[in-house]
C-alpha cells in the first residue's frame, strides 16, 4: 500500500542505521605524519552467534509476533498493546543490530566478495522480516482516535507518543485498502520506472570533453579545477550534452510531477510541497517562512559574496564555471591526527564538558575508522547503529582543513546519537529537517574556534571564505533549487512544460540568486537536468537549508545568550525525535515559525560577509 509504503519506507529507513553522508572530499597525496590514524573495532556489534544463525533466530521471533499480534491489535488491552510496542522495538532493534554490523563490515571491505554476500544476505532476510511484521504499525493507524485515546492513559503506551504521533499523521491521507494495493503495485512501472529511467539514461550519458569521453562525476568535478580554461570546456561539454538530451529529461520530470500531481489531489495534500512537509515534520507555513527569508537576503549574501570572489580571482565578472574555483589563498598546511583530535574536544570542550566527554569516548575506543585504504568508502557518515550499542563513525583523513572540519561535523552527529540513545530504537532519530543541527553546530564551534586561535590574515580570510561558500551552497542553492520545483510543479498542474520553459524558470531562479557578479550564460539553461532530487525526491532540497539556518539561528542565541544555553542545548540533543521542532526551540525562545527566526540564522552569514568585505577594505585603506 503505498501510504503503508511510505510508513513501511520509514520503517526500513529507521531498521537501517541512519548514515550521513558528507560531500565528497577533494583527494590529497601526502600523509600527515606522526599519530596512527584509528581503525575501528565492530566487535560491540558482533552477535555472540554466527550472522547465520542470529537470523534463524530473528526469524523465530518475527514469525511468533505476527503469530501473536496479526488481527488482534484492535483487541488488546492497554498493557497488552504496552507489551506488543515494547516487543516490536525490540524486535526491530535487534534486526537493526545484524544490520548495522553486515552494512559497517562491508563499508571499510567493498572489494572483499565475502562481505560484500554477507550484507546482501542480511539486507534480504531483514527487509523480507521488516515486510512480515509491517501489519504492526498499519493496524495502529486503523484503531480510532478514541481507542488510542484509552492507551494512552498507560505509562508505557504514554512513553511511545512521540512514536505513536509521527506515525498516525499520515492517517487522514491514507485511502481504501483497495485503491492502496493498486497504487503500490502499479509502482514499479509507473514512478519508479520513471526514476529508473532518469538514473540509466544518467549512467549512459558521455561528455566529449578535451578530447575524452567522461562520465558525469568526472566532467563535474572538472568544474572545481584551479585552472579556467578546464571548467571552460567542462562546462561547455556539460551544456552540449545536457541540451542534446533535454526533451528526454522534460519528460522524464513531467511524467513525475504529474503522478505527484495525482497522488496530492487523491490524498488532499493542499500544495505541492505538503506530503513532503509531513514526512519532516514541518508545518507549510514554517518552509514558506524559511524560503521567502532566503530569496529576500540573495542581494545581502550571494550577490555580494560572488562580487568578492570576481575580484579575487581577478575578473570583472564570473561565468559560471568559475563559481566553484578554488580560492587562490585557500589554506594548504597539513594537520597531524593528533592535533585535529586536541582541536575539536578543546573546541567541544569549551562550549560543555558533556560534549567533550561523551566525544572523548570515540577516541578511547575505537568507534572511528579515519585511515584512508583500498576498498573502503570514500565519504564520510556516522551510524547511529542500535541504542544498547553505540554510534561508529566512518572518515577519511588525510590531513586537510576540509578533514579537520569532517571529524568535528561527524563527531557533533555522534554525540548526538550517544545521548539520545535513551530515547530508545524507534525514538531516537530525529527527521531530515533537524538531523544535520548536532553536526553543523559542531562544526561551528570548531570553526569559531580555530578562527578565534588564527592571527595571519590570509589564513582567516581563507577560512572565513571557505565557510561562507559552504554555507551559500547549502542555503542560498538550495532555496533557488526549491524556487525551481515550486514554480515548475506549480506550472505543471495546468499542462506539461517544455524543455525550453523549464528552461526560462531556471534561468530566472537561479540568475536571481547568483547576482550580477555572475554573468548570465544561455549554455547553463540545460543544468536543471542534472540535479538528481528533482526526480529522486521532489522538494527534499529545502531540508539542507532548514538544517544549516537552524544551527546558524542557534548559534546566533547563543552568542547573545547568558549563562544555561549549553545545558539547554544538551537537552535539545538528548531528545532525540521525540519532540517536533517547536519544542525543541521554544526553550531558547526560538520559532521557526516567526520570520525573525530565519532573519537571525541569515544574519549570521551576513556577518561573516562583512568581515571578508572590511579586510578587503582595511587592505585597501593601508595599500593607498
Ligand atoms: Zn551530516
Redesign the pocket.
Known sequence: LLFSVTVCILMLEKMLPRV???MARPKTKRKPSGTPLPVWDLSDLLPTATPEVMLKRLRARVNAFACQYRGQVEKLTPPAFARAISAYEKLSEDMGRIYAYASLNRQTRLSDAAAGKLYQTVLERTTDMSAHILFFTLDINKMPDAALARHLKNKTVAWYRPWLDSLRAYRPHQLDDAVERVIHERDVTAGAAWVRLYDDLTARLRFDCRGRKMTDTEVFHLLQSPKRDVRRAAAKAIERTLSAQSDTFALILNTIAKEKEIDDRQRGFATVTAARNLDNQVEDDVVDALAGAVTGSYKRLSHRYYKLKAKWLGLSRMEYWDRNAPLPFAATRRISWGEARETVLSAYGAFHPQLEKTARLFFDNRWIDAAPRAGKDSGA??ASTVPSAHPYILMNYKGTMDDVMTLA??L??GVHQVLAADQGYLMMDTPLTL??TA??FGEMLVFRHLLDHETDPVARRAMLAKKVEDMLNTVVRQIAFHEFERRFHTERKSGEVTASRIGDIWMEVMGKSLGSAIRPDNGYRHFWAAIPHFYHTPFYVYAYAFGDCLVNALYGAYQSSEKGFADRYINLLVAGGTKRHGELLAPFGLDAADPRFWARGLAVIEDLIDQLEYGENAAKVKKG
Open positions: 550521513i553522508l558528507t557518515f556516522s561535523h561527524e557533533g552527529h538531523a544535520e553536526s553543523v
